[in-house]
């Protein structure tokens, strides 16, 4: 990102100094990429163990826990909750089908409206899993106090639309 410095000259935002002259904006956004990292890590160590037992990923356990929590679910809803698109929540459903955990259902007229049910394999795998509320990131959340809550949300939306925006801009995305 560029600025234009006292002298109207351009410099780039990684060089600039922090107003108190303590660190660069640089340190700042590796400190906090590090943050990140490590937060994605916790969580992913946290779902290894429980995919370990089932076999099953991180996102397809948590597509079992959202059908369980909304019997009848459409497959375009299921997307929605898991913020991926409705062809990625189809893909992950077929795999949920072939192990038998999930059973897709047409009652409607209109044979396009799928609704999504657990199988009882389905039921019994959600049942070793647990919800949303009780892993240690929504625990650790539901006790930050809300002015921290409210910052850390809209930092991350800030982030997430910075990141939306280099992507559809067509900037080439560095791998972390």
Do not use: Y
Not at 46 to 56: A, E, P
Not at 121 to 130: E, F, L, R, T
């Amino acid at each position: 990102m560029t600025h234009t410095s006292k002298d109207g000259s351009p410099e780039q935002a990684a060089d600039r100094q922090a107003p108190d002259g303590a660190a660069t904006i640089r340190e700042g956004a590796d400190d906090t990429f590090g943050k990140l990292l490590e937060l994605v890590r916790s969580v992913q160590n946290g779902m290894q163990n429980i995919d370990d037992r089932h076999g099953l990923s991180g996102s397809q356990l948590w597509a079992l826990w959202q059908i369980s929590a909304r019997p009848g679910l459409r497959v375009s809803q299921l997307a929605s909750a898991l913020h991926i698109k409705p062809s990625t929540a189809s893909n992950l459903l077929d795999k949920l089908e072939l192990r038998q955990l999930v059973r897709r259902e047409r009652r409607d007229t209109d044979n396009r409206v799928v609704r999504l049910h657990l199988t009882d394999a389905g039921v019994d795998v959600v049942k070793d899993i647990p919800g949303p509320m009780q892993g240690r990131l929504r625990g650790a959340l539901g006790k930050m106090p809300q002015p921290g809550l409210g910052n850390l949300r809209q930092g991350i939306s800030s982030l997430l639309e910075l990141m939306d925006e280099s992507t559809r801009h067509g900037a080439v995305q560095p791998k972390a």
